[in-house]
T-cell receptor, first 112, second 114 residues
């Protein structure tokens, strides 16, 4: 089944404790992206990747890192999480940038 | 529960009625548009898309209309069902020249009453 998977789905952590949210797609898509979704603010892009080893900042990259060592995986790294990073996070992929994106199920993060 | 729907405009319809959800897009150069449905606790799900060389496209129970003159996009859902209750987003690709992102609208909550 073609899909985007994310892990974990739910995470509670404390300020400053490094964490990684994994994202994987099995559709051989070149483009992958991370979004955060907050009430009243909609979907905001954090980082995106056009292909392996090619990443770039989205609209709200501060406090986040990403890597794209393999085509299928695009982990989101929070080196030192802060409470303002409490949010719902979505990974998405598409064949190419600007085309239909397919979303993962979301990761709900709470930073205390 | 799902908190993403707070502060969103809400369209309430009776089961069986037709629903029309509207979206105003921002960039006159946008050439590709998508509608997504997001159910509580899930990620956005692709419904239907349309390119700027068309003004109407139909799917199963859904129709998307594009009016480039006024930069307006609408999603029509025929015979709305309780399972259609969700938040609906439009998205636009500002350019066919390989622009690297989609721009998402804020969303509209559709509430279907029996």
């Amino acid at each position: 089944e073609a899909q985007v998977t994310q892990n974990p789905r739910y995470l509670i952590t404390v300020t400053g404790k490094k964490l990684t949210v994994t994202c994987s797609q099995n559709m051989n898509h070149e483009y992958m992206s991370w979004y955060r979704q907050d009430p009243g603010l909609g979907l905001r892009q954090i980082y995106y990747s056009m292909n392996v080893e090619v990443t770039d900042k989205g609209d709200v990259p501060e406090g986040y890192k990403v890597s794209r060592k393999e085509k299928r995986n695009f982990p989101l790294i929070l080196e030192s999480p802060s409470p303002n990073q409490t949010s719902l996070y979505f990974c998405a992929s598409s064949l190419q940038g600007g085309e239909t994106q397919y979303f993962g199920p979301g990761t709900r993060l709470l930073v205390l | 529960g799902e908190s993403v729907g707070l502060h969103l405009p809400t369209l309430s319809v009776q089961e069986g009625d037709n629903s029309i959800i509207n979206c105003a897009y921002s960039n006159s150069a946008s050439d590709y548009f998508i509608w997504y449905k997001q159910e509580s606790g899930k990620g956005p799900q692709f419904i239907i898309d349309i390119r700027s060389n068309m003004d109407k496209r139909q799917g199963q129970r859904v129709t998307v209309l594009l009016n480039k003159t006024v930069k307006h996009l609408s999603l029509q859902i025929a015979a709305t069902q309780p399972g259609d209750s969700a938040v609906y987003f439009c998205a636009e690709n500002p350019s066919s020249g390989g622009y690297n992102k989609l721009i998402f609208g804020a969303g509209t909550r559709l509430a279907v009453h029996p």
